[in-house]
């Protein structure tokens, strides 16, 4: 099934993680890597950080009933099926404040409704400390199953891009990243996936501007470190109950 269509969300901005110009990752190499799925198609991108906790871009989840979704663990070949999967209904979301017209805080943490088995293929991802982010210059890895470019079908297997950090054109609300001297990077499609720096997940596929793998552009994500203590504060709750403090997260049903 292909990804969902992309949504325009401001004057030259498009709703992104799909990889161009990438290559096939070795199966389960990144064990944390989640797809999530709305009737058996895959439509965004997602990372297992805690055995019953999922992190993705609020944008792919926006408008959508999420008791209809279901995350993937375990996936390479998503033709295939796999024995190394493990499949989970999505019990309850957190979201942080997203504005979906600016792309503000493009986070969401989806609690599974059990926990993960742990094993060589299913793993959880290392996440940075609090406002311990990454520089311009950093080399780090994207990921996903999207669209092999804007007119280009989705893959069937995992693909990885190797990407640097930069801060040019990039707004201090985002980890932004190019690949020098050629054109790729991630595009149309699926969202949510994870940016690895030096082992840790540093960001959330979040959005594009001008056209995929423009190579001037730089892809945005969604900066993890600004949000740890946050997804900390969920995964550490015993009952994950909503609470009336302001400064908790919001758990949000539809």
């Not at 009737?39 to 950080?49: A, E, K, M, Q, Y």
């Not at 493009?106 to 088995?117: E, P």
Request: with cysteine.
């Amino acid at each position: 099934m292909a990804p969902a269509t992309p949504a325009h969300v401001s004057p030259g901005a498009a709703l992104a993680s799909d990889i161009v110009g990438g290559r096939p990752a070795r199966p389960h190499a990144w064990p944390f890597m989640v797809s999530l799925q709305l009737r058996g198609g895959h439509f965004c991108g997602g990372t297992l950080v805690a055995p019953n906790f999922v992190m993705s871009a609020a944008h792919c989840v926006d408008g959508i009933n999420f008791r209809s979704m279901v995350a993937v663990l375990g996936a390479h070949d998503l033709r295939q099926r796999e024995p190394t999967r493990q499949t989970f209904a999505i019990r309850r979301v957190f979201e942080n404040g997203f504005d979906p017209q600016r792309l503000l805080n493009d986070i969401v943490i989806l609690q599974l409704n059990g926990s993960a088995t742990i094993n060589t293929n299913v793993q959880v991802a290392r996440l940075p400390a609090q406002n311990q982010g990454v520089g311009s210059g950093v080399p780090c890895l994207a990921m996903g199953w999207g669209q092999l470019g804007t007119t280009r079908p989705p893959p069937s297997v995992l693909q990885e891009l190797n990407v640097t950090v930069v801060t040019t054109l990039c707004r201090r609300t985002n980890v932004c990243t190019l690949v020098p001297r050629r054109q790729a990077g991630i595009c149309f499609g699926d969202s949510g996936g994870p940016l690895v720096c030096n082992g840790l997940v540093q960001g959330i596929d979040s959005f594009i501007r001008g056209s995929c793998g423009s190579g001037f552009y730089p892809d945005a994500f969604a900066p993890v470190a600004q949000f740890a203590d946050w997804i900390n504060s969920i995964i550490r709750r015993q009952d994950n109950r909503p609470s009336v403090h302001p400064r908790d997260p919001v758990s949000r049903t539809l």
